[in-house]
């Protein structure tokens, strides 16, 4: 039974990276709505109750009962999670007159245990409404800050603390050591959830599982699903069949080098042409929701007829994450934080397949570690993200055969120029991988790609007027998809990669640098 730390969720924005950062010390931890979670057996080492919009005050507060855990094994409540704890247990909470919102100065009275090595004084990041005002009878205050005193408190005899600020975010710099301190030193947690640990651990399961039964499994050339093709392979072998669905809607040469990558790898993979099909289906289809419908029902009907040529297959594999898998809370008000544009809805139940996701508990970054430790090409491992409905939403307006070929172009040279621009000594952190320093801009970068915009502008060229069309740019940085930030590239690359554009394709004579955020923006156009 692998040992775990409970996570409950009571709404906030940040409760996934709470799990994201105890991955981080190679513990493992599952993420519950509070109202959900599924018991507390002997592998849970600790439970963490996270932060949430609301206010405990509230008459229809989140709750959870907590009556066969406090004292019984180490609970640490963030923020909300914090502010229930204290009153629950006859504390007071109330409206808070200071502002607690942004960087404070923790300082911390009573060292050791969960601030055992952290800086007396040490930064973290702060996001309430409410206050603590007294603390429980029998809780002792642990660090205080100058607006807030009750910042951090333990109950005496028992390990259950809380503390009202953000030890997850990146902003609280001596956090992760105050995490550390809980999960491995507090709950005694080992570390052994490693990547090695998670294919040894994974591929006795698969074998069980799926014994010799046939399974398939769509490839994207994406990370998710080659990383869960390799596991598959690995585990039952030539019962494993791929199929990679060309939608004519690829980045340049995309199909045939992907393919060609697959069979380097021992996949057994059928390549599915069905890029004229597509194109006929889209042709006129301006609308980006209608855009998707289509190509995920012509995606459903392709795989399907080359499925069916596979004889007895008993499972279908996909490459879901956990980001996909965790419920949020579901706080009246708060928005789902489920993502509308999954294309391969539907594919399991039509065909009768049963579902295998041997990534279904791991987040992205895991996922690449994963793929590392399998051996698979760091090329592949450290792709960008890429749309399934791919560049039918990074065209807006409607498709044709031209538009895709200048966007291509245009695309084909950006993501070149990415890969070969060496920026080893400006010091960004490689986006797949933020451990170490990324070596070229491809690296630095979380996610590019070029959108081919309806709109024509006046230019000269030599002595000609021309009226052609201008593309932008898109390069974010991020960790989830969930929020990004545009990426700050350096003058000279921008102004190379323009000039090289506008030289190279015909039909554009303009570049337009995208630098909107996420929110409000999202990360593609359409
Ligand atoms: P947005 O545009 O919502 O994108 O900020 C977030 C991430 O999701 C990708 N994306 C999609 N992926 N089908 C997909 O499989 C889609 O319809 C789709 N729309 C956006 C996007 O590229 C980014 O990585």
Redesign the pocket.
């Known amino acids: 039974m692998t040992e775990k730390i409970i996570i409950l969720d009571f709404g906030s924005q940040v409760t996934q990276l709470i799990g994201r950062r105890l991955r981080e010390l190679n513990v493992y931890c599952e993420i519950y709505p509070y109202n959900k979670c599924p018991g507390i057996d002997g592998s849970v080492r600790g439970v963490i109750l996270s932060g949430s919009p609301c206010s405990v005050r509230d008459a229809n507060a989140p709750d959870v009962d907590l009556s066969s855990v406090k004292g019984k094994i180490p609970i640490l409540g963030i923020c909300y999670g914090a502010q229930l704890l204290s009153y629950k247990y006859g504390g007071e909470v109330r409206g808070s007159l200071a502002r607690e919102y942004g960087r404070a100065m923790l300082n911390v009275v009573r060292p050791g245990g969960l601030f055992d090595g952290v800086s007396p004084r040490s930064q973290v990041w702060m996001s309430h409404g409410d206050t603590i005002s007294a603390l429980p009878e029998g809780a002792q205050v642990l660090a205080s800050t100058d607006d807030v005193e009750f910042a951090a408190f333990k109950f005496d005899g028992e390990d259950t603390y809380g503390v009202q600020f953000h030890p997850e975010v990146y902003h609280s710099l001596e956090g992760l050591r105050m995490l550390s301190n809980f999960a491995l030193n507090i709950c005694g947690c080992e570390a052994g959830w490693t990547p090695a640990s998670f294919v040894e651990s994974s591929l006795q399961e698969l074998k069980e599982k799926l014994g010799d039964d046939k399974v398939i499994l769509g490839l994207s050339g994406g990370v998710d699903s080659t990383v869960a093709a390799v596991l598959l392979n690995k585990a039952v072998g030539s019962n494993l069949t791929c199929i990679f669905v060309n939608n004519g809607l690829l980045r340049k040469n995309e199909y045939e080098s992907v393919l060609e990558s697959y069979k380097g790898m021992g996949l057994n993979v059928i390549g599915a042409d069905a890029s004229e099909d597509f194109l006929a289906a889209l042709a006129g289809v301006t609308d980006p929701e209608q855009k998707?419908k289509v190509i995920g029902r012509l995606f459903v009907e392709t795989f399907e007829k080359y499925a069916g040529s596979i004889e007895n297959a008993r499972w279908l594999g996909q490459g879901t994450i956990y980001p996909d898998v965790i419920e949020s809370a579901g706080i009246p008000g708060i928005a789902s934080k489920i993502?509308s544009?999954?294309?391969v809805g539907g594919l399991p139940e039509k065909m009768h397949l049963k579902i295998v996701e041997p990534l279904r508990m791991l987040f992205k970054d895991e996922v690449r570690r994963v793929g590392r430790a399998l051996g698979i090409k760091d090329e592949l491992v450290g792709r960008h993200?890429?749309?399934?409905?791919s560049l039918a939403?990074r065209i807006i307006g409607d498709i044709t055969k031209e538009k895709l070929d200048v966007l291509r172009e245009a695309d084909d040279i950006f993501i070149r120029s990415l890969r070969a621009y060496d920026c080893s000594s400006m010091g960004f952190p490689s986006a797949a991988d933020p451990s170490r320093m990324a070596s070229n801009l491809y690296d630095a970068v979380w996610?590019a790609g070029v959108i081919l915009l309806p709109i024509k502008s006046v230019g000269v060229m030599g002595d000609e007027r021309t009226y052609k069309n201008a593309v932008a740019l898109r390069a974010v940085v991020s960790t989830d998809?969930m929020t990004?930030d545009w990426f700050r590239f350096p003058y000279d690359f921008l102004s190379k990669i323009s000039e090289d554009i506008i030289n190279k394709v015909p039909g554009v004579n303009r570049v337009v640098y995208d630098i909107s955020s996420?929110p409000p923006s999202?990360?593609?156009w359409e």
Do not use: C, D, L, W
């Not at 993200?385 to 409905?389: C, D």
């Open positions: 998707r993502k544009h999954h294309n993200p890429f749309p399934g409905p939403i996610q998809a990004a996420k999202t990360i593609e």
